[in-house]
């Protein structure tokens, strides 16, 4: 079970037992072992009391929050808390002293231990109502075998005291025993440099750290000063920390179990300030006046590994808290720069109190005594404090938790809650062979974005120059609260980005225009002119025939029709439509019907004919526009109406496929793999191959320059150039039936006889199953619930092959021949989604990095964000319940895209992505007429 306070998974009594829940990882504990002995070894007299065995003893589990060392050293060495066990490190041997279910797990250790060091693990398991007594007499004479002299030194954690009856015990046989030594530094050394894996841990409990404070914590405190409420610094600290425990509140993608919080969060104002580690959130209201003052500091830990972040933010700050935040912002600057490899932990301090001395002599004596301690397993490392004192030398891997403030500065005001105040700032800070990296940087510490200032904000709305929005003004909010810099709430930092955009974007455009850029052609192939349409080259060609009827010619592709007498050809494109119809009301004298054949051809100059070079050549002629030809035999009237139709629908889809292919670019040839190439089964495509085939599964390999796609039909296949995408997506199945890899393309490419830029591959991760005779069926059923749970093993099955395709195919992109192209899989961020209609019907539109998409529902949306001149939010106003968004792209060429029936929640969401992106957007109350003012721009 989850241990809350500990933030790491604990082998209970009741779960030890079941190697599926619980496995030591064996190589980490081979590694670290080792370490262990070897510092022990090298070091046995300087750190280790000059120990011929160590013991350490961990207490029963406890609600209070707190670090001890051998909890360090279990989740260090074995990756888990063991309460109440004893273990025992000799020359020889290991001893474990726990109950029957703890050493159910660690007499895997055994060969482990062996092959590392040749040690042999003992482990003495103790009963349930016993004392242990028995099995620590067992250990005693086990350490006394192996100890070179007759007085036996066992070193020990002195600092913590025995808890429990078996701990008790333990103490008191050791004591009586043997003489014992303190090996605290021992392993505040052995802890104080992490490898990569808790490295990773400590970077992620830092993001969780500075993502609570600037997505949770800063907006919180933004609404309480902006909305004037009443809100006690005790319910802070209580809803930052569910915050923390839940870490999607904050937008972070880290499992709920895995974090815990490594002090309640701390949040003081009002002029009682104490920077000390273990100072609380007291009872009172925030205090938020003018010249006011609030810290916050939060730690949270991801699998036992600490973090933590501190800032102070300024209302209306006064000279003398401008100055010295600034000073203090400079020294903690100078304290983190001086952690370096070589150089001594004390010289950080000393390059903080050299800043304080040169820049404000008078707040020397207010700086914090230290400027932070090491991090790690435990939230201050003994013997890694940073003050002036401490010679020990700074090592890659180490990291510190940078912790400086400067304590009871004065203010030059009567109020008793202003006129004391005090500044903390803190970071997390991993030691790099050349630069230090802050892990919690994430969250800005910049004056400009801790200052808030209410102030004179009408002769600053006064003073601004009004803003040109050519015509599409935006509806602007109510906004009380900005920084000294001119920032306030969300609605007023957009909308002046929006302005500095409109700003940029008015220049960028005229750049353009000036330079006689109106955007790219609209890529059509070439229309056939008249000329074209040639079905006989000569006279001699031409069908004679004495009986006067109409002919189909199929292999000319031409109709013959009798006009005076003659055989007149007409080429088969030329007919724009052919229909016949059977006279009721007239008839022959034999008493058959009449029947028409009328034909209408296309005539240049008239409605969706436009003029081609050769008819405004010749003006003057005069076109055939219809004719109609009147017969007896209804039978043979409808036989050439069929035929016509016929050939004009195989003559239209030739011609068709040959302007598609018209505007196709040359492709390079796929070379393809010297070696297996990466490969990814049982895929459909989309656009689907024609035929009976269209949704037969096929394969897509990975090769030197290119993927190919091909089925189990013969030259059933399709080759897409890695030069030749734009984007590429990698979609997991979600919410979705579908997992899919999709390619936009640079040039469109022929798949089948289809013309596309957007080439799909997908995987159905679940079937449509339809319940004969529609009885409903119990939540409980236990057919429901392991088909359910087959549904999502065969999704996460899929999902992960997916992944490991794109994770491959990224290596290849990543090497020399292609680097240039800077191709890799953009994922859709499920969370900015929002439903709207870009064609037909409602789909579900996700942005992505670079793109805006909908990859379910065809025919696929892919809009470049790079490609987008502006954007406009249209029918937006109060009473809607849906808006429209027209994007107009770079090239005014190109018609504007409307997404419709936006539902008005999703708004706020899509003015801050459009605003993070530096996309410029208007609002409107009505629908705009794109084209028309598309026109007017030259």
Not at 846 to 857: A, F, G, H, N, Y
Request: hydrophobic share 35%; net charge neutral.
């Amino acid at each position: 079970m989850a241990d809350h306070r500990n933030g790491t998974a604990k082998p209970s009594e009741q779960n030890a037992s079941k190697s599926s829940s619980y496995q030591i990882d064996l190589d980490t504990f081979s590694k670290r072992l080792k370490a262990f002995y070897s510092s022990w070894e090298e070091n046995r007299d300087s750190l280790w009391a000059s120990a011929d065995a160590i013991a350490v003893a961990t207490p029963p589990p406890s609600d209070d929050l707190r670090y001890l060392k051998s909890s360090a050293l279990n989740i260090w060495l074995l990756g888990y808390e063991f309460p109440e066990t004893i273990m025992v490190f000799t020359s020889k041997q290991i001893h474990f002293l726990c109950s029957q279910k703890k050493a159910n797990l660690l007499e895997t250790l055994g060969k482990s231990a062996k092959s590392a060091l040749n040690l042999e693990v003992l482990i003495h398991v103790k009963a349930k109502n016993e004392d242990g007594a028995s099995q620590m007499e067992e250990i005693f004479n086990a350490i006394k075998s192996h100890a070179e002299s007759e007085k036996v030194v066992v070193g020990h954690i002195a600092r913590e005291a025995a808890e429990g009856k078996l701990l008790e015990t333990w103490r008191e046989k050791l004591e009586l025993n043997f003489q014992l030594g303190d090996v605290t530094n021992g392993f505040s050394e052995l802890f104080a440099v992490k490898d990569e894996n808790e490295i990773t841990n400590v970077k992620k409990a830092s993001f969780l750290s500075a993502s609570v404070l600037k997505n949770f914590v800063v907006p919180k405190l933004e609404v309480i000063i902006d909305e004037e409420k009443k809100v006690t610094h005790s319910s802070l600290m209580d809803d930052t920390e569910k915050a923390i425990l839940d870490p999607a509140k904050s937008k972070v993608k880290l499992k709920a179990e895995n974090v815990d919080i490594c002090y309640p969060p701390i949040f003081q104002s009002g002029g009682q300030f104490d920077l000390r580690p273990n100072s609380s959130s007291n009872d009172d209201h925030l205090y938020y006046d003018a010249t006011s003052v609030i810290i916050c500091a939060i730690g949270s830990r991801y699998n036992s590994y600490c973090s933590n972040v501190a800032r102070t933010y300024l209302i209306d700050a006064d000279d003398i808290q401008n100055r010295a935040y600034n000073v203090l912002f400079k020294a903690h600057e100078a304290a983190i720069g001086s952690l370096k490899p070589g150089k001594k932990i004390g010289e950080a301090y000393k390059a903080a109190m050299e800043v304080v001395e040169r820049e404000a002599p008078e707040f020397a004596s207010n700086l914090t005594k230290s400027a932070g301690t090491g991090i790690g397993l435990e939230f201050q490392e003994s013997g890694l404090r940073l003050n002036a004192k401490n010679d020990r030398l700074v090592k890659a891997g180490m990291i510190f938790n940078v912790s400086l403030g400067f304590q009871n500065l004065k203010a030059p005001t009567n109020n008793p809650k202003t006129e004391s105040f005090s500044l903390l700032l803190a970071d997390t800070v991993i030691v790099r062979e050349n630069v230090p990296e802050v892990a919690t940087s994430t969250s800005s510490k910049a004056f400009k974005d801790v200052a808030y200032s209410f102030n004179d904000e009408e002769e600053e709305e006064k003073s601004k120059p009004k803003i040109e929005m050519n015509g599409l003004d935006g509806f602007l909010s109510k906004t009380t609260l900005r920084s000294d810099n001119q920032e306030m709430t969300k609605e007023e930092q957009r909308r002046q980005h929006q302005a500095e955009l409109a700003r940029q974007k008015n220049e960028e455009t005229a750049r353009r225009l000036a330079g006689g850029g109106l955007g790219s052609s609209d890529g059509r192939g070439a229309l056939r002119t008249s000329n074209d349409l040639v079905a006989y080259k000569n006279v001699d060609d031409v069908m004679n025939s004495r009986e006067l009827m109409i002919y189909v010619d199929q292999r000319n592709e031409a109709i013959l029709l009798p006009i005076h007498g003659s055989l007149v050809p007409f080429h088969i494109a030329t007919v724009k439509s052919v229909t016949s119809q059977q006279d009721c009301n007239r008839g022959y004298e034999d008493g058959s019907r009449m029947s028409y054949i009328r034909i209408i051809f296309n005539v240049p100059g008239t409605a969706f004919v436009p003029h081609d070079a050769n008819s405004l050549k010749n003006q003057g002629a005069i076109y055939l526009k219809e004719v109609t030809f009147r017969s007896k035999d209804a039978r043979h009237i409808n036989e050439k109406v069929q035929l016509i139709k016929n050939l004009r629908r195989q003559v239209a889809s030739r011609e068709s496929e040959r302007a598609e292919r018209a505007t196709l670019v040359t492709q390079e040839k796929l070379q393809l793999s010297k070696t297996k190439p990466i490969r990814l089964s049982d895929l459909k495509i989309r656009p689907a191959f024609e035929g009976r085939g269209r949704k037969m599964g096929g394969t897509l390999e990975a090769h030197f320059n290119g993927f190919r796609f091909s089925t189990s039909r013969q030259g059933e296949s399709v080759d897409i150039m890695y030069a030749n995408v734009k984007h590429a997506f990698f979609q997991p199945a979600e919410r979705e039936m579908i997992t899919l890899l999709h390619f936009h393309l640079h040039n469109h490419i022929m798949v089948g006889k289809k013309k596309t830029k957007d080439v799909q591959f997908y995987v159905e991760v679940m079937d449509v199953v339809q319940t004969l005779g529609g009885g409903r069926r119990s939540t409980y059923d236990p057919d429901e619930i392991e088909e359910e749970q087959q549904e999502r093993e065969r999704t996460n099955k899929i999902n992960s092959e997916f992944s490991a395709f794109v994770s491959r195919v990224g290596d290849i992109w990543d090497q020399p021949h292609l680097r240039n192209l800077q191709l890799e899989f953009d994922q859709p961020l499920r969370e900015l989604g929002f439903h709207g209609v870009p064609q037909k019907s409602s789909a579900f539109i996700v942005p992505t990095s670079s793109c805006l998409v909908e990859l379910i529902e065809t025919p696929f949306l892919v809009i470049t964000l790079s490609e987008i001149e502006i954007v406009n939010l249209e029918r937006v106003g109060l009473g809607q319940k849906a808006f429209d968004m027209a994007i107009v792209f770079k090239d005014f060429k190109k018609d504007v895209l409307r997404i419709d029936a936006i539902p008005i929640a999703a708004l706020d969401g899509i003015k801050e992505w459009l605003n993070a992106i530096n996309i410029k957007y208007y609002e409107s109350k009505m629908n705009l007429n794109w084209r028309t003012i598309l026109k007017t721009i030259t």
